[in-house]
């Protein structure tokens, strides 16, 4: 009978061993995470804002943490074929992606075999004011010139946007259902290469944002003419909205071209929370603020239920959107 006590003791013993060790190694594992480089998806080609954010983003990681945050292009399919590899990718916390509001109205219109909490969701990272670019000294000098032209040429006035069924196409979409005309909508991989377009002359005029297009509006190359959000962009205050020019583009509400920070299903809640904790701080320090100042960026940092609810509620604008305008 005491050999059998002994027996069960030691058994109850090796159980609570083995227990703690499980304990002690998923301690260790959220402790020493990340222990190897993580990679960031940009779904764009190099050279747009989510390529930019991403790569100001690799020194500031590097100098708080000593990780290397290698960012991985992989355009294709309006953002889609990037999202999907994230989302496919191994649930170590590895492999993240930066997707857009160009994503949300991919699944909004159901162009992708996906669907909203097919992955991991977990943070926003920034949100940007959509804006119209002409060529420098080309054929529009300010909105009125091109808004002439389009009302005289109905269907001739060419327009790149990165991507299609998108905030760029909506809000363009908008502007033209005000003047009474429509565009000339031409759809390439990314915002770079609509700036190579305009840059070459191949488009007259292009819908981006201001970081895909400071640097040759700084350069002399590019002008932006209007501004589609409300409050205009504050690196060029001269810069008019479109709603101050007598254009009402906002009948479908405030619809924002957000980005923010997801990765595949099933992730260890430790690791997702250890990744909102280090990207939300390299977001926040000076380096990246100053960083996203100088090109028009503004940042806007939520997680939790307060992200969940602000991702839905685009989601939901930009269904609206694309009943309304797209299937029409």
């Known amino acids: 009978m005491k050999k059998k006590f002994f027996m069960v003791l030691a058994l109850c013993l090796i159980a609570m061993t083995a227990v703690f060790a499980?304990?002690?190694?998923?301690?260790s594992a959220e402790v020493n995470y990340p222990t190897k480089e993580i990679t960031l998806i940009i779904p764009w080609n190099p050279g747009g804002t989510n390529d930019l954010a991403g790569r100001a983003m690799q020194p500031v990681f590097k100098s708080m943490y000593d990780v290397n945050l290698v960012i991985k292009n992989v355009p294709g399919g309006g953002s889609a074929v990037g999202i999907l590899e994230a989302t496919?990718?191994?649930?170590?916390?590895?492999?993240?992606?930066?997707?857009?509001s160009s994503y949300l109205a991919l699944l909004a219109q159901g162009r992708v075999a996906s669907t909203l909490d097919a992955s991991t969701n977990m943070m926003s990272v920034m949100e940007e004011p959509i804006v119209l670019v002409v060529k420098e000294n080309g054929k529009y000098s300010d909105a009125a010139s091109l808004i002439a032209d389009l009302k005289a040429n109905p269907g001739k006035v060419s327009c790149g946007v990165p991507g299609t069924n998108n905030v760029n196409q909506i809000y363009a979409t908008l502007l033209q259902e005000q003047v009474g005309s429509e565009f000339n909508f031409m759809p390439f991989d990314g915002g770079s290469r609509v700036v190579a377009e305009l840059?070459?002359?191949?488009?007259?005029?292009?819908?981006?944002?201001?970081?895909?297009?400071?640097?040759?509006?700084?350069?002399?190359?590019?002008?932006i003419v209007g501004v589609f959000n409300k409050d205009g962009i504050s690196i060029l205050p001269d810069v008019p909205t479109f709603e101050s020019l007598g254009y009402d583009v906002f009948r479908l509400g405030n619809v924002q071209q957000a980005a923010y920070l997801m990765g595949p299903k099933g992730i260890d809640p430790k690791v997702e929370a250890k990744i909102i904790e280090m990207f939300t701080n390299v977001i926040n320090s000076e380096e990246y603020k100053e960083f996203a100042a100088g090109v028009g960026i503004q940042l806007n940092v939520q997680s939790g239920e307060e992200f969940d609810k602000y991702i839905t509620d685009i989601y939901n604008g930009l269904e609206k959107a694309s009943q309304e305008i797209f299937t029409n």
Do not use: F, M
Request: aromatic residues 2%.
């Open 22 to 27: 499980n304990g002690q190694a998923e301690s």
């Open 199 to 223: 840059i070459g002359g191949h488009v007259d005029c292009g819908v981006l944002k201001p970081s895909e297009t400071i640097a040759q509006v700084r350069g002399g190359e590019l002008k």
């Open 88 to 100: 496919n990718a191994k649930n170590d916390g590895y492999t993240l992606g930066l997707a857009t």
